[in-house]
């Protein structure tokens, strides 16, 4: 069984705060995608990697595939209430298929 | 101009009745998606059409049965509802069908079975 593991779980920070989310498995992907959704509405991706050690920016939210192509990582500078959702990372894997993380629930205070 | 819609966005049933819910995308992709988000908002894709051709059937109850009646439609109908079935499905579509080609997501449809 493929497994994405994303972590933490659940973050709850001050805005203004940075954090960092990770995207952890065993398998290869050849890339990788991460969607925010916020309540009562479906995902909305994000960005795209492809490239292994491959960063992508967008704003104030920096993407990273690992140079192996196994991880990624998604780190969010001075964060802001908006910036609350639930994130979601889906790593593309050779039979068409699409393995998703469980997601991180972020929430952003004022 | 919603890209991917679909309806109704809720939907509370009793067990053992039969429900459909509709999608419909007007982006022009040649790939459509049912998924299941259960209340751990874990998603799990259960059906994938490509141009009407039903490409992944995950081991979903054969209570489920999608049709796709032309590229731009994927509806789904449920027979004989359970209490496990209730959760949020997804209908999402996507351009190609092939190595994670970026998914586009309906708001959803929230569906109880009491």
């Known amino acids: 069984t493929q497994l994405l593991e994303q972590s933490p779980q659940f973050l709850s920070i001050q805005e203004g705060e940075n954090l960092t989310v990770y995207c952890n498995s065993s398998?290869?992907?050849?890339?990788l995608q991460w969607y925010r959704q916020e309540p009562g509405e479906g995902p909305v991706l994000l960005v795209t990697?492809?490239?292994g050690g491959e960063v992508k920016k967008l704003k104030r939210l920096t993407f990273q595939f690992g140079d192996a192509r196994k991880d990624s990582s998604l780190h969010i500078t001075a964060a802001q209430p908006g910036d609350t959702g639930l994130y979601l990372c889906?790593?593309?894997?050779?039979?068409?298929?699409?393995?998703w993380g469980a997601g991180t629930k972020l929430i952003i205070k004022p | 101009d919603t890209a991917v819609s679909q309806t109704p966005k809720y939907l509370v049933t009793q067990m053992g009745n039969d429900k459909s819910i509709k999608c419909e995308q007007n982006?022009?992709?040649?790939?459509m998606y049912w998924y299941k988000q259960d209340s751990k908002k874990f998603l799990k894709i259960m059906f994938s059409?490509?141009?009407?051709?039903?490409?992944i059937n995950e081991t979903v109850p054969n209570r489920f049965s999608p049709k796709s009646p032309d590229k731009a439609h994927l509806n789904l109908h449920i027979n004989s509802l359970e209490l496990g079935d209730s959760a949020v499905y997804f209908c999402?579509?996507?351009?190609?069908?092939?190595?994670?080609?970026?998914?586009?997501f309906g708001n959803g449809t929230r569906l109880t079975v009491t």
């Open positions: 999402a579509s996507s351009q190609e069908s092939g190595l994670g080609s970026p998914l586009h």
């Open positions: 982006l022009g992709h040649d790939t």
């Open positions: 059409y490509n141009n009407k051709e039903l490409i």
């Open positions: 398998s290869v992907f050849s890339s």
């Open positions: 990697v492809v490239t």
């Open positions: 889906a790593g593309a894997v050779s039979n068409y298929q699409l393995i």
